[in-house]
């Protein structure tokens, strides 16, 4: 009999052992383990070191054992795994009961596992639910935990353990949930983090707050069971609110400058390395001037669209068949806060008062809140269903929003912002609205530039000899063309006979500007376009010399800090550096950079540009007390308006349009429409410098840090009066008094029929 037994035993023995060896012949070994490393988050940082964007996979923020403070430790031992600290890492009493139920039920069970057992399953094991996968797990618990500390183990459960919304681990939902490092969690919030693992979707506090409160509230029992917490700590946390404090959206605050980055970061690493790897990118971006600039373009767009009056053509999800209660609109998954522009759904309305949805939250308007409208009963002219579009002003005392009804009527505006002595962008608005249209207005839209080109036929005709002091004739004339005589026309549809051309720049008559560009050649003009940087393609036919070009605003930009800078271009771009996860840097390469023109040219175009700002169409600036230069620019039928223009550190260029090319309406030129965002964005640009003057004739030639590393050593390229980094310094940067510029025609050279025209644009100012 006892030998029956001894059989017995051993053959169970030896199938044990076959079921070890085959379950165990494919686990990861623990060397695999030692060097994991977990998908991480790449955060951009602006040029004050604060984050304001990052790219996932899987957001994460990997932290070290010590910056998990004890409170979470014991919450999440208490409600996972009471017997961490003394278990091998199975529990085979729980591990067998586990196992049924994962594969009798359709829940996991989740609670019934070990924390080391849930590490092993989310690092390396699949959701399939057999013994031999259950098996698997066990072996590899005990692998683990003959491998690592138990610090160890707990520090890459913590940084790896999904907890809903996309996060993944404490950190990250710490962030996410309550806006701060875990390091710095209460009781109440640490106990709602360890809630999560065991269903982060089933007791989500975003949408089922009831549930997450009460699992919430047991974890903070068992801390209580546990000796972890006293009595009246459990009685403080649990009657505590859940208390979240959400993270805004990734991205939210510059998301066509992030866009720009990522782009530009894929093309040079890899999308796995730049979503995955955790870099630290040093951005060039300015968070007060970017939220200076995302305000600018609100509140312009507002105001024009005021001006325009009330249009109506609201959109109605109820007539679309679409019930009032389901219906989200893309712009409330951002931060509603004071200031912010967002569609609402309209879901009461009254003759006095009207109420809007706003995601979870609700606004109500009141006559003075639509009275721009001249609708005197908001039942007049909105219905139930009704898409509308408000600006959130406040809270009131109940708590709703008080908001003012706005207009979206398909108006786009775009701002980009430099800085002139490096070329780093540091402000960036491609549209009014990300959620609706990623399309970027300021690097991806060709428009026409209208007088906002002018600066190349000046800059050409001073490059072959004219002065600013030189008088030109601003009268009726016409050009021979193939198809017959072209006669343009001034915007103001009057003459002012003879004037300097500072004069007729700064007024920005047409006429002279068709003359000189006549008399130099359109084809060098469009040459001197292309030096300063725009690279789009240019029809060589003389209505271009006033605007009958299609150019971005990024280019325009770019272009524009050249005079500022003595003659110098830097590329406007959006990196400093970026490091590995270790700190490391990875390779830069460093802004192309290029003396355009020389300084004298370049002086002698701020004579012009400045008195566009002082006394001609732009003359609005004066209300600032500052310097600045720059030019207007309206287009044919009012489709598009600019301004460009730039302090003595900062080029900034705006523009307002409709994508589908529409007219703006009667007199929204380009000192009417695009000029006010940009003195509301140059406000704020120049509220540090109350004292910056730009360089005057017979001053020192400027000298340009350019450097992309804030700590790269810098180099002064030979004959250069360009600071650049030394990795930078073989580039081709030309001597001082030298150019890259083709030699130009001279004064007298005429290029008869060197153009083409088809319906030139008339009254392009």
């Known amino acids: 009999m006892t030998f029956f037994a001894l059989l017995a035993a051993s053959a169970v023995f030896g199938a044990m052992c076959g079921l070890m060896l085959i379950y165990s012949i494919n686990l990861p070994q623990m060397t695999d383990l030692a060097r994991y490393r977990p998908s991480t988050t ?136 309550f806006s701060k490092h875990v390091r710095d969690l209460t009781l109440p919030e640490a106990a709602l983090l360890a809630a999560l693992p065991k269903g982060p979707e089933s007791y989500s506090p975003v949408r089922y707050p009831e549930r997450a409160l009460k699992r919430r509230n047991l974890v903070i029992s068992e801390m209580l069971q546990d000796g972890k917490i006293t009595r009246a700590q459990a009685d403080a946390a649990k009657s505590a609110p859940l208390g979240l404090h959400l993270e805004a959206p990734a991205n939210s605050v510059a998301p066509y400058f992030v866009e720009e980055v990522r782009r530009q970061l ?41 001006r325009e009056g009330w249009k109506g053509n609201l959109r109605n999800v109820v007539l679309s068949g679409i019930d009032l209660e389901s219906y989200k609109h893309p712009d409330w998954t951002q931060p509603i806060v004071k200031g912010s522009y967002v569609h609402g759904l309209v879901t009461e309305v009254a003759a006095k008062r009207v109420v809007v949805k706003l995601g979870d939250q609700q606004a109500v308007m009141k006559p003075e809140d639509w009275a721009w409208t001249q609708n005197v009963d908001g039942d007049s002219f909105l219905r139930t269903g009704d898409l509308v579009y408000v600006r959130i002003e406040g809270t009131r005392p109940d708590g709703t929003l ?66 600013p002091t030189d008088i030109i004739v601003d009268g009726p004339t016409s050009f021979p063309t193939p198809s017959g005589p072209y006669t343009p026309h001034n915007y103001e549809k009057n003459y002012l006979g003879a004037m300097t051309l500072t004069n007729a720049f700064a007024e920005s008559r047409n006429i002279p500007a068709l003359k000189l560009a006549y008399r130099y050649g359109i084809r060098n003009v469009i040459q001197t376009a292309h030096r300063f ?27 524009y800090s050249v005079f500022p800078n003595d003659g110098i271009r830097i590329e406007p771009h959006y990196i400093r550096k970026v490091t590995q996860a270790n700190g490391l840097p990875l390779d830069e390469k460093a ?92 406000r704020t640009a120049i509220a540090n410098k109350p004292n910056e003057t730009f360089a005057s004739a017979g001053a020192p030639q400027k000298t340009l840090n350019v450097s992309v590393n804030q700590q790269a050593d810098t180099a002064v390229h030979p004959n250069s009066r360009v600071i650049v980094p ?40």
């Open 42 to 177: 790449t955060e951009l940082l602006d040029v004050h070191g604060k984050v304001f964007g990052s790219f996932a996979m899987e957001r994460r923020v990997v932290v070290p054992y010590t910056d998990f403070p004890p409170v979470l430790r014991e919450a999440i031992i208490s409600i996972e795994d009471k017997s961490f600290e003394s278990n091998w890492g199975v529990n085979l009493v729980r591990a067998v009961e586990a196992a049924y139920r994962d594969l009798h039920s359709d829940q996991r069970a989740q609670g019934a596992s070990t924390i080391t057992m849930q590490l092993a399953r989310n690092l390396f094991l699949s959701s399939e639910k057999t013994y031999g996968r259950k098996l698997q797990e066990i072996f590899l618990s005990m692998q683990i935990e003959r491998r690592f500390t138990k610090q160890q183990i707990f520090a890459l459960y913590a940084n790896q353990i999904y907890l809903g919304r996309g996060t993944y681990g404490f950190e990250a939902g710490s962030e996410y949930y």
């Open 266 to 306: 894929e093309k040079e690493y890899g999308v796995e390395e730049v979503h995955g790897a955790g870099l630290l990118v040093y951005t060039t971006l300015d968070l007060g001037l970017q939220q200076a600039a995302n305000n600018a373009v609100l509140d312009g767009t507002a105001a024009y669209e005021r």
């Open 402 to 467: 008080l908001a003012t009804l706005q207009q979206d009527s398909g108006a786009q505006a775009s701002l980009m912002a430099v800085d002139n002595a490096t070329g780093e962008v540091v402000a960036m608005v491609g549209g009014r609205d990300f959620a609706l249209s990623q399309f970027n207005r300021a690097t991806q839209a060709e428009r026409q530039a209208g007088s906002s080109f002018k600066p190349y036929v000046y800059t050409t005709a001073f490059e072959a000899g004219a002065k």
């Open 533 to 559: 940087g725009v690279t789009s393609d240019i029809p060589a036919f003389l209505p271009v010399a006033i605007g009958a070009a299609d150019i971005t605003l990024y280019e325009q930009v770019g272009a």
């Open 591 to 682: 802004p192309e950079i290029n003396e355009v023109i020389s300084v004298d040219t370049a002086r002698e175009m701020m004579q012009l540009l400045q008195a566009v700002a002082r006394s001609g169409t732009g003359a609005s600036t004066n209300q600032l007390n500052h310097p600045f230069g720059g030019k207007t620019g309206t287009t044919n039928n009012y489709t598009d308006a600019w301004f460009i223009g730039f302090s003595p550190s900062v080029t900034c260029g705006t523009w307002i349009g409709f994508d589908n090319r529409q007219s703006l309406g009667e007199k929204e030129t380009g000192a009417r429409a695009a000029l006010p965002i940009w003195m509301e964005f140059m």
């Open 726 to 765: 030394k990795a930078a310094a073989g580039q081709n940067v030309p001597a001082v008094g030298s150019s890259t510029k083709k030699t130009t025609a001279p004064a007298k050279f005429v290029e008869p029929q060197s153009f083409w025209v088809s319906k030139p644009p008339r009254g392009t100012k």
